[in-house]
Antibody, heavy 119, light 112 residues
Framework: EIQLQESGPGLVKPSQSLSLTCSVT?????????WSWIRKFPGNKMEWMGYISNSGSTNYNPSLKLRISISRDTSKNHFFLQLNSVTTEDSATYYC????????????WGQGVMVTVSS | QITLTQQAESLWVSPGEKVSITCRASQSLLYTDGKYYLSWYQQRPGQTTRALIYHASIRTDGVPTRFIGSGSGTEFTLSIEDVQPEDIALYYC?????????FGAGTKLELK
C-alpha cells in the first residue's frame, strides 16, 4: 500500500524558512511519477507548489519560484520542501502527493501538516 | 495560468438525493492526446484527500459508481447520485493541462 506522510515543525517565525519532509512507503520515488507539494490555506484555497520528478528534476509554481526548493533523499525514499522568507500568508496545511502522468491526477496524498507562521 | 471556477461554495443535500458540482475552466482542458486534464477530489476531516475522477470522466479504482464525472471543453461536472452521509465533504476540481496546476475554490457538500 502506497502511503505518504508529511512531517515538520508546526510553527515557524516570519522571515525564517519552512522545512517539511514527505516520507513515502510502498513505492520508490525514483521508479516513476512526480512528487508534489500542495498547500491549503485557511478559507480552503488550494495551491500547487511544485514537484520533483523521479529523475530528480524540479518544477515550481512561478508564484513561489524565488522562495521554494524541493529536494530528495533517495536512500530514505523521502522528499523535502523548503520555503524561504515565510510570512503569515504562508500559514496553511501542507500536503505531499504523487502525480501520475497517465491519469493526469494526484492519486495518492498525505494527511497534511498544518504550519502556522507567527512570531 | 488556467482559472477554474466552482460557482457553488456550498450545496445542501438530503441522503438519497442527486447533486451536481460544476467546474468551469478559463480555457479548454483538452490535450492533443484527446484527453481532458481535469480531475476531482474529495476532502473529509481527518481523512486523506481522495482522488475520485481523472480525465474528466474516469472513476479512480475503488470509487463508488454513484460518483460520475462528465463534461468537455471548459465545462465539467461531478455528479453524486444517491448521496450517502459519508459523501458530506469538500470537493475540488483540478486542472493539470498546463503548469502551474490549478484548483477550483472548492464546493462544500452539506446535509439539509
Amino acid at each position: 500500500e502506497i502511503q505518504l506522510q508529511e512531517s515538520g515543525p508546526g510553527l515557524v517565525k516570519p522571515s525564517q524558512s519552512l522545512s517539511l519532509t514527505c516520507s513515502v512507503t510502498g513505492y520508490s520515488i525514483i521508479s516513476g511519477y512526480d512528487w508534489s507539494w500542495i498547500r491549503k490555506f485557511p478559507g480552503n484555497k488550494m495551491e500547487w507548489m511544485g514537484y520533483i520528478s523521479n529523475s530528480g528534476s524540479t518544477n515550481y509554481n512561478p508564484s513561489l519560484k524565488l522562495r521554494i526548493s524541493i529536494s530528495r533523499d533517495t536512500s530514505k525514499n523521502h522528499f523535502f520542501l523548503q520555503l524561504n522568507s515565510v510570512t503569515t500568508e504562508d500559514s496553511a496545511t501542507y500536503y505531499c502527493a504523487r502525480y501520475g502522468y497517465y491519469s493526469g491526477d494526484f492519486d495518492y496524498w498525505g494527511q497534511g501538516v498544518m504550519v502556522t507562521v507567527s512570531s | 495560468q488556467i482559472t477554474l471556477t466552482q460557482q457553488a461554495e456550498s450545496l445542501w443535500v438530503s441522503p438519497g438525493e442527486k447533486v451536481s458540482i460544476t467546474c468551469r475552466a478559463s480555457q479548454s482542458l483538452l490535450y492533443t492526446d484527446g484527453k481532458y486534464y481535469l480531475s476531482w477530489y474529495q476532502q473529509r476531516p481527518g481523512q486523506t484527500t481522495r482522488a475520485l475522477i481523472y480525465h474528466a470522466s474516469i472513476r479512480t479504482d475503488g470509487v463508488p459508481t454513484r460518483f460520475i464525472g462528465s463534461g468537455s471543453g471548459t465545462e465539467f461536472t461531478l455528479s453524486i447520485e444517491d448521496v450517502q452521509p459519508e459523501d458530506i465533504a469538500l470537493y475540488y476540481c483540478l486542472q493539470t493541462l498546463k503548469k502551474p496546476s490549478t484548483f477550483g475554490a472548492g464546493t462544500k457538500l452539506e446535509l439539509k
